[in-house]
């Protein structure tokens, strides 16, 4: 009879954090935290306690995928509400925005791609559209 010993290691990973649990700093309306980037995609942690503006993006696509929190995105045409477990894909050139409907921020993780520098976004006003 042979037997087997099985030891199991806790395994830690650096920098590992739950975002929907993450202790927000004082910000006034948007909060935003790269996670991770290179020259394909940008990876952001965003939390929103009133409302994003309408605008676009000419050169990136944009995933959003939510956390926690309840709000309104105008998507082009479309209106969609959103929730945690939500994923949103956003094409270039499509105007949006979101609106928040819950007591505490939304958070969301967005994905853009190709690498984000801030400079591709694009306010338009709602008369613009």
Not at 35 to 60: G, N, P
Not at 77 to 97: C, Y
Not at 104 to 116: A, D, E, G, R, T
């Amino acid at each position: 009879m042979k037997f087997f010993l099985l030891i199991f290691f806790p395994i830690f990973i650096q920098g590992q954090v739950d975002w929907k649990k993450k202790e927000l700093p004082a910000f006034e309306n948007i909060y935003s935290e790269k996670i991770a980037e290179d020259s394909l995609q940008s990876t952001f942690f965003i939390a929103i306690k009133k409302q994003v503006i309408h605008h676009y993006h000419k050169e990136h696509s944009e995933c959003i995928v939510v956390l926690s929190g309840k709000g309104k995105m105008t998507l082009g045409e479309q209106k969609i509400k959103l929730r945690a477990g939500i994923q949103v894909s956003i094409p270039k050139n499509t105007i949006h925005s979101v609106v928040v409907t819950s007591k505490k921020p939304l958070k969301v993780i967005s994905i853009q791609s190709p690498m984000f520098d801030g400079k591709d976004r694009f306010f338009v006003e709602w008369s613009d559209f």
